[in-house]
């Protein structure tokens, strides 16, 4: 029968049509330009693109794969890191100590410093204590 096979062809757009509409649509609410590269990126209500990548107010994003910055270059992924241009750096996590725990060397540096500076300072003040009334004879 014709009208049976229409009515079949029916009920199946109409399913198809359903499954797309439950489908999570991208409804993009504003833009955001990127500052340093001038790209402009559709955005929904929560900051996020068409891709799945939280943005931010300057183009950087981070994605489910990794972070990507604004200047189009620098990005963190699980592998194949990139640091920001003419900085040599490949973005990769910086040295780590005995225990295992990532330092920060100029910090470590910064520290002997301090130490060394106090105990100038106290070997100062000792020297001022033994010239104390001593001067002018």
């Known amino acids: 029968d014709p009208h049976t096979g229409n009515m079949l062809r029916l009920v199946q757009i109409c399913a198809v049509l359903t499954?797309?509409?439950?489908?999570?649509?991208?409804?993009?609410?504003?833009?955001?330009?990127?500052t340093r590269t001038g790209e402009v990126i559709d955005v929904n209500a929560d900051s996020i693109n068409i891709a799945g990548c939280l943005v931010g107010p300057?183009?950087?994003?981070?994605?489910?794969?990794?972070a990507?910055?604004?200047?189009?270059?620098?990005?963190?992924?699980?592998?194949?890191?990139?640091?920001?241009?003419q900085?040599?750096?490949?973005?990769?996590?910086?040295?780590?100590?005995a225990a295992g725990q990532a330092y920060d060397p100029a910090a470590e540096t910064y520290k002997k410093q301090i130490i060394a500076y106090q105990a100038w300072a106290l070997q100062q003040v000792e020297n001022g204590k033994r010239q104390l009334g001593t001067a002018g004879k």
């Not at 499954?19 to 990127?34: D, E, H, K, R």
């Not at 300057?58 to 990794?66: D, F, I, N, Q």
């Not at 990507?68 to 241009?85: E, H, I, T, W, Y």
């Open 19 to 34: 499954l797309a509409s439950a489908a999570p649509q991208f409804v993009p609410v504003s833009q955001i330009v990127n």
């Open 58 to 66: 300057s183009g950087e994003k981070v994605c489910p794969l990794g």
């Open 68 to 85: 990507f910055g604004a200047d189009g270059q620098s990005r963190v992924l699980a592998r194949g890191n990139k640091g920001p241009g």
């Open 87 to 97: 900085t040599g750096s490949n973005g990769n996590a910086g040295p780590i100590n």
